[in-house]
């Protein structure tokens, strides 16, 4: 049967990037871009993105329809969130204290630094915020999607938050911006990352391929 995934189209994320690095990862398989919950349902893996403030983005899902079809999905088949859908997945969110799917029990902090005090604003020892740029993320748990991927290894970041779930082992990867901070989590059929696959060379469309061929 054909592989097809899902990318869910809210009017929130970079969906068009993603599928583009979803088909060069994955040539065989059929990568469709969905706005309507029976597409998704229909779909055998789902890819959930997410970018901009979480407030919009839970709004913005809430008016689309989806946001059943997405907790359908991820209660019945293999999801992948990437960054704010990463963030999404959990109970709440510094950001505008906005409730969020609940999917995990956690919330979602910001770094440390002066709050909305301009889009790079240095806060104690010169960290600014957003983080944007190539971080290395440690592996601290072992999965299917780590296959073929070094520890260590750098992937993009552009966010000025991120996940601290309640279960620490929910934790599959870490990385460092003036704190130690959790960039990778997995449960069962779910996967989600702070990082950006998309713009993150090589190792990224690896990650994309091993989700694509993945038997949770």
Known sequence: MKNTIAIVDYGMGNF??????????????????????????????VVFPGQGAMPDCMRTLEASGLRDAVLKAAATRPLLGICVGEQMLFTRSEEGDTPALGIFAGTVRR????????PHAAGPGGLKVPHVGWNAVIQVRQHALWAGIPDRTHFYFVHSYFVVPDDSSLTVGV?????????AIAADNIFAVQFHPEKSAAHGLRL???FTEWQP
Do not use: K, M, W
């Not at 990037?17 to 893996?45: G, H, K, Q, Y």
């Not at 770094?111 to 301009?118: I, R, V």
């Open 16 to 45: 068009h990037s993603v599928a583009r690095a979803l088909r060069a990862a994955a040539p065989d398989a059929d990568i469709r871009v969905c706005n309507t919950a029976p597409d998704i349902l229909n779909a055998s893996r």
């Open 111 to 118: 770094f440390a630094g002066p709050q909305y005090a301009g």
């Open 175 to 183: 990385s460092q911006y003036g704190q130690r901070f959790t960039c």
């Open 208 to 210: 994309y391929r091993n």
